[in-house]
């Protein structure tokens, strides 16, 4: 990932709702949610939603495609796993180990095909 696209994503994630629309995509896994269901969960309105699913979709954190007449949302897993590579990815000035923590965490995420999250 190159720096502007992790500052375009650390600025999409900088706002209180689509941090909390990233999240709740992110505990949705593959399966993700319909527009309308995150707009209920984030307590916003569709036109509210509307703007935020766009903006998270611009950073490449989100995905969407249309299933019938709804449009489903998931989480990138690959961007969002991109930005904590990015950040990782000069460690702990030549000691990884001080970083297994963090490694340890992020491997936890990986989504599973069932939509649950693996731990």
Known sequence: MKERQALASFAALSQET???????LVVAGPGGMAA?????????????VSFHLKELERAGLINQQREARSMIYTANFEGLGALVRFLMED?????????LSAAAV????????SGAEAT
């Open 91 to 99: 460690c702990c000035a030549g000691h990884p180990e001080i970083c």
């Open 18 to 24: 689509r941090l909390q629309i990233v999240r709740m």
């Open 106 to 113: 992020a491997s936890c995420c990986v989504p599973s095909a």
């Open 36 to 48: 309308g269901a995150v707009a209920e969960k984030a307590g916003v309105s569709a036109s509210n």
